[in-house]
């Protein structure tokens, strides 16, 4: 291993490391624009320039790899000049208008100004503009003030597999564009904004609404899919003004889907800020003891039996908890966290979970889709699956709806048959799946939430066992979850007791008057209109389907506006932590059935968050070790049986608008607008 | 870097063009067709005279690239011309050297003679002015190069001569106007003039 000395201090690094890389580890900091760690090396912005002895000029530290008994020195007379020569290049052509940018304050090109800029400018002539590009209803750009570091131009091509930025012309006339008639629509697209060291690419639809320091910063966790990536919620008063990744190497590296992203104006716009009940046939203002009183009231005399719940895709653990404790005292067996009738079995955790961990699946081989687009479904985890395909190749295959994944992938139809084939080593792709080291495959909501879901999902494990995915050392049979609140529902227990009803049968029984009272947590994306005369109760925090159909209205808190816990798809415990207050007369969900049981009589038991935390961790351990991961006992699961022969679909259709959020957000409606349901770039080459 | 209003919908190599394609995009290894872009986009814009869209179009899907990409090469080579040019591409450098030998005068000459500016073509569409960096031929400047070939020791006499011989569909001597040798001194040999020298070295 080479060892070289940087400012006096050696260290051994790998051979490849470069200079930069090495005084990064050596906590030494080197300036720089166009490097970044996760993107290929361009080395042309020149900030970094060293010096190293025995070598004339100074050098590259981006670009230059070390060599043994290398000498380096960061922070010479000569390397201060080189930085500032280069600095005053730069602003030659850089505007002056920090006062208006939305990114003063977090702009690269403006803190190391304060290290290397010079007070005044030598350049008399007049400065280069460019004409602003249109990036769509997502990214503002300001393209006079791009200094070309081309690093949007690599995140496209390299991480988010949309090659359709580039730079047309040279020298002076270099202009940073998409290419004519392409949309910068990838799913990713938001991090060309925090990649961008300058302003040139900036938020959109948070324009000119803040000075990043006036911002409060809230680190938590993103419940607007699976993932559960860490994120950071930007507010000021009670408003969230935007939401950032923030680095979690386990989940989502450092980037971050644009619905977590751009969706938040949802959570201003049709909130649920009072309890309503409904009178006469109309939703009427009341207050929370009128609320809580009409509930009563409909409960009175009524058995358990005739009482259900449904748990929808961001419901929190602890409302789930003690929503499930309320209704055993209430006498009622019927509740269900799966408001798409999926057939995930609660009973086998490894048959829910994305067993491989979602950092883990860099490791596979060879995989196969399984009623799946991971793309809509969980934009960053396809960004990692192509990763793993551009370094290290993989061999994957598709069984469901037909989709540019970014990566190569043999599509290999999109009948239930296939899986059938596969399973009963009739199929050409097992033989690959067997030959692989780490074999995998994901499996989809759109492959459970069907007649035959149980079915698929036995045929998934086959698949798995006889491809040799289940091991001491490794587990690939992952299930792809797209609802933050699926696992944790499952892990605690939501699911129908002895005899109960599940979400069909819920549903049915209010069709035809079994069920008369039916309590659902955020709960929107199930039938309304065959929920009968059933009285439904909504515990939730916007007006959508739920809502329109309720009874009585509870108002709830968004995922950023609660102290809450979620379980990701790999099974990770994870907290929210409250940014902002919920509007209006809104109250944290747990906090509500708290009350609602108090007035009902059956109160539970927990006056605070560390007594329903402890409630959550005596109904699964695994509540009580947030972070960490646990894998998951394998056992059979699933169900034989003939399959249907609907073909294979994502459960989704669109990835902008998929939970009440997103669709109360006029951001996620101006991408359906521009971008149709994502997945879509029609011109950017082969991915072979 | 707009598109010229005479965008073509389509773009299709000759069956000629398409086998010299074929030749360059074997001249690399399986995995790498993309190094043949440049001879590629040379190849379309002998055969166009210039370098469309569609062409671009057409050579990122035979080389398995984005058009981005295509079309940053294309823009990053002056030599590429993202527009239509005349018969005769008129390319003048306008460079230090040339420009103290004397370019203005040529200049002046060419505008003259044609009747056009730099960015212009004339009305029989036969010649396109543009102006040019360094063409490498300091040496013998000034200089101009028209489609592939140079006319250096330019004045402003002999580029109106040369440019009225293409304009007479005849083929003008290329290379130096003054009768040098390619770029051998003005006035003769400056060394190895003495024959002892040359003796003794025999
Ligand atoms: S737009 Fe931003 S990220 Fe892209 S090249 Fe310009 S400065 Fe770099
Ligand atoms: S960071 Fe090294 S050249 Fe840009
Ligand atoms: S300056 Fe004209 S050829 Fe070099």
């Known amino acids: 291993m080479p060892k070289l000395t940087i400012d006096g201090r050696e260290i051994d690094v790998e051979p490849g490391t470069t200079i930069l890389q090495a005084a990064d580890r050596l906590g030494i900091e080197i300036p720089r624009f166009c490097y970044h760690e996760r993107l290929a090396i361009a080395g042309n912005c020149r900030m970094c320039l060293v010096e190293v ?104 091509a390299e991480i988010a597999g949309t090659p359709v930025l580039g730079g047309l012309g040279r020298g002076e006339h270099l202009e940073v564009t998409r290419y004519v008639g392409e949309t ?211 061999a994957a295959a598709a069984i469901g709806p037909k989709a540019d994944l970014t990566f190569a992938h043999d599509w290999l139809g999109d009948s239930p048959a296939l899986l059938t084939e596969l399973a009963e080593g009739r199929h050409p792709f097992l033989a690959t799946l067997k030959a692989a080291k780490h074999p995998a495959l994901i499996i989809g909501q759109g492959a459970l939430a069907r007649d035959d879901g149980a079915v698929l999902l036995g045929l998934a494990r086959r698949i798995a066992e006889s491809a040799g995915m289940v091991r001491e050392d490794w587990n690939g049979f992952n299930v792809l979850h797209t609802a933050a609140a699926r696992v944790g529902g499952l892990d605690l227990g939501f699911v129908p007791g002895p005899g109960g009803r599940d979400t069909k049968a819920i549903i049915a029984g209010a069709a035809s008057g079994a069920v008369k009272v039916l309590f659902l947590l955020g709960a929107d994306e199930i039938e309304m209109g065959a929920l009968g005369d059933a009285f439904v109760v909504y515990l939730g925090s916007h007006g959508d389907a739920g809502a329109h159909r309720a009874d009585v209205i509870l108002p709830g808190a968004a995922y950023t506006e609660k102290d809450a816990t979620y379980v990701n798809t790999e099974g990770r415990v994870q907290r929210t932590r409250r940014a902002v207050f919920p509007p209006g007369e809104a109250k944290e969900d747990w906090r509500v059935i708290r009350a609602l049981s108090e007035v009902l009589g059956h109160t539970v038991p927990f006056d605070s968050l560390d007594q329903i935390r402890a409630r959550l961790t005596n109904l699964n351990p695994l509540f009580g070790h947030p972070g960490s991961l646990e894998r998951a006992l394998w056992e059979p699961f699933g169900r034989p049986g003939a399959t249907d022969d609907r073909p294979l679909a994502s459960i989704l259709d669109s990835y902008y608008m998929t939970d009440p959020i997103s669709r109360a957000s006029t951001t996620m409606a101006a991408c359906v607008a521009a971008f149709g349901g994502g997945c879509n770039h029609h011109k950017a080459g082969h991915h072979a | ?105 040529v200049l002046d000459s060419v505008r003259e003679t044609l009747g056009i500016g730099i960015g212009e073509t004339t009305a029989d569409g036969l010649f396109t002015l543009s102006e040019a960096e360094c063409l490498g031929a300091c040496v013998n400047a000034p200089v101009i190069q028209i489609n592939d070939d140079y006319y250096e020791d330019l004045d402003a006499a002999s580029t109106r001569a040369v440019l009225e011989a293409l304009g007479r569909g005849e083929t003008p001597k290329t290379g130096s106007q003054t009768g040098r040798q390619t770029s051998c001194p003005a006035g003769g040999p400056t060394t190895l003039t003495s024959p002892a020298a040359a003796t003794e070295r025999a």
């Open chain 2, 1 to 105: 870097m707009s598109d010229s209003p005479a965008e073509p919908a389509a773009f299709a190599f000759t069956a000629e063009s398409a086998e010299q394609a074929r030749a360059f995009i074997a001249r690399y290894p399986i995995g790498r067709q993309q190094s043949a872009v440049m001879p590629l986009l040379d190849l379309a814009q002998r055969q166009e005279g210039w370098v469309s869209r569609a062409a671009i179009e057409a050579i990122a899907d035979m080389l398995g690239m984005a058009p981005i990409q295509v079309e940053e090469v294309a823009t990053f080579y002056t030599m590429y011309n993202r527009r239509p040019v005349g018969r005769f591409h008129v390319q003048i450098c306008t460079n230090l050297p040339c420009m103290l030998r004397g370019s203005d005068a």
């Open chain 1, 184 to 394: 910068v629509s990838s799913e990713l697209s938001g991090n060309l904004i925090d990649l961008c060291p300058v302003g040139a690419l900036t938020n959109k639809p948070a324009s000119f609404r803040y000075r990043s320091w006036e911002l409060r910063r809230t680190e938590t966790v993103d419940a607007m899919d699976g993932l559960g990536a860490a994120i950071r919620v930007d507010s000021r008063g009670n408003e969230v003004i935007r939401v950032l990744p923030r680095i979690n190497e386990d989940i989502n590296e450092e980037w971050l889907g644009d619905r977590s992203r751009f969706a938040c104006d949802g959570l201003k716009r049709q909130r649920l800020d009072r309890p309503y009940v409904r009178k006469d046939g109309k939703l009427t203002p009341a207050t929370w003891p009128e609320a809580f009183a009409a509930i009563a009231a409909r409960l009175t005399g009524l058995e358990g039996s005739a009482i259900a719940a449904i748990a929808g895709d961001q419901a929190d653990a602890e409302t789930m908890a003690a929503t499930k404790d309320l209704l055993a005292a209430l006498g009622s067996l019927h509740l269900d966290c799966r408001q798409d009738g999926a057939a995930l079995d609660p009973t086998v955790r490894a048959s829910y979970l994305f067993n491989s961990t979602i950092a883990g699946i860099e490791q596979a081989d060879a995989l196969l889709l399984i009623g799946t687009n991971p793309r809509i479904e969980a934009p960053v985890l396809n960004a990692r699956l192509r990763k793993r395909w551009l370094e290290h190749g993989l």
């Open chain 1, 53 to 156: 002895e025995k070598v004339p000029k100074p050098v590259a530290s981006c670009a230059m790899p070390v060599a043994d008994g290398m000498v380096v020195q960061t922070n010479t007379p000569v390397v201060r000049k080189a930085r500032q020569g280069v600095m005053e290049f730069l602003l030659v052509n850089h505007p002056l208008d920090c006062p208006i940018c939305d990114q003063g304050g977090e702009c690269d090109l403006q803190d190391q100004a304060m290290a290397y800029g010079s007070d005044r400018s030598r350049y008399e002539e007049t400065k280069r503009a460019q004409p602003d590009k249109d990036y769509g209803p997502l990214i503002a750009t300001h393209m006079t003030r791009c200094i070309q570091c081309t690093r949007c131009i690599r995140f496209a």
